[in-house]
């Protein structure tokens, strides 16, 4: 089960695989940190995840990565 702030308790269908989405600045190749962490979100649905990591941001210098986890990625 996985619990957040805006949606509270759901399930996550075990069809549905874990990535990680990353903001990547295009300039440095680089992912973003704040105190020593990268910016990075962990999600079944990583085109949502872009999607806000991208907002109010310039593409032209901005990416979002994702990367799968688990035993589904290949």
């Known amino acids: 089960m996985t619990i957040t702030p805006a949606t509270g308790p759901r399930s996550v269908t075990p069809a549905a695989a874990t990535c990680v989405v990353r903001l ?3 300039r440095t190749g ?3 940190q ?3 962490l ?3 979100v962990f ?3 990583p085109g949502a995840a872009a999607a806000a990591l991208l907002r109010g941001r ?3 210098l901005w990416e979002a990565r994702v990367d799968p986890l688990g035993p589904r990625a290949e």
């Open 24 to 26: 990547i600045d295009r």
């Open 30 to 32: 680089r992912t973003p």
């Open 34 to 36: 704040r105190d020593g």
């Open 38 to 40: 990268a910016l990075a």
């Open 43 to 45: 999600t079944a649905d």
């Open 58 to 60: 310039d593409r032209s």
